[in-house]
């Protein structure tokens, strides 16, 4: 069955944009509630034990990365998937050349991502990085970045393809914010089957007295306490 690209345009109307733009310059991350329909993600999941769509398969304990699995597609990625990367990328692209600006920065990031995927190509970084992850009970992520190379876009999404509390519970999506000389501060967040979360792969701007500094983040998850949590991770810049 095709998958179709009309269920998730609703957030990515320009009404709608200004919404998201304020969350990410308030808080740093945005949730997109319903990004994808249940059949939608019923059918992404199902993807995961089609060995055929992906190029790498990651088993977390091996690198101490934490406990769980995830595979990175192979191009040519679903379609679904490559419309999301695509859909998303135009307005996060114009958050980032914001804060960009903010950070006294030339504006750095392409209109569309086919531009912004040259300039990855240009540095060597060809090979796609979306991909699909899979937690049972005991298993979590630590707290990492995705930069895999010189060129990075400065936000990913992960989109949750699980049924929280009906096929797993534990398993929150964490967020931690190291400020500059300070505490760091951590966000617990759940999300709901379909929901996306859009976060900064590295640092973000914050307002301060005297214009604005960067924080870094990572982001990982809790252990998963029972069930299987499945999510799809959309990452923008390619890999080496
Ligand atoms: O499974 C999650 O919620 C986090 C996945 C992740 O680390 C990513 O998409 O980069
Ligand atoms: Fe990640």
Not at 32 to 45: D, F, H, I, R, T
Not at 145 to 153: A, I, P, R
Request: aromatic share 10%; charged share 25%.
């Amino acid at each position: 069955m095709p998958m179709s690209l009309s269920e998730f345009a609703p957030f990515l109307d320009r009404q709608d944009e200004t919404g998201l733009q304020r969350e990410l310059d308030e808080s740093g991350f945005a949730r997109l509630p319903g990004l994808l329909n249940e059949a939608q993600c019923a059918e992404l999941v199902a993807l995961y034990e089609d060995e055929s769509r992906f190029r790498r398969t990651i088993d977390m304990n091996r690198y101490r990365f934490g406990s769980g699995e995830y595979k990175y597609f192979a191009a040519p990625l679903p379609a679904l998937v490559q419309q999301l990367r695509e859909r998303l990328y135009p307005a996060l692209a114009r958050a980032a050349n914001r804060w960009e600006e903010r950070l006294g920065q030339e504006p750095a990031y392409p209109e569309e991502l086919s531009a912004f995927l040259e300039q990855c190509h240009r540095h060597g970084q060809t090979r796609p990085t979306p991909l699909l992850l899979k937690y049972e009970e005991g298993d979590y992520n630590c707290l990492h970045q995705d930069l895999y190379g010189e060129v990075f876009f400065p936000f990913q999404a992960v989109i949750a393809l699980s049924r929280r509390d009906l096929d797993y519970a534990g398993g929150e999506f964490l967020l931690v914010e190291q400020r500059p000389r300070a505490q760091s501060r951590g966000h617990a967040l759940v999300l709901e089957q379909g929901d996306g979360l859009v976060f900064p792969t590295n640092n973000r701007p914050v307002a301060g007295a005297r214009g604005y500094y960067r924080t870094k983040l990572r982001h990982g998850v809790s252990t998963v306490l029972s069930g299987r949590r499945h999510t799809l991770g959309v990452i923008f810049h390619d890999a080496r």
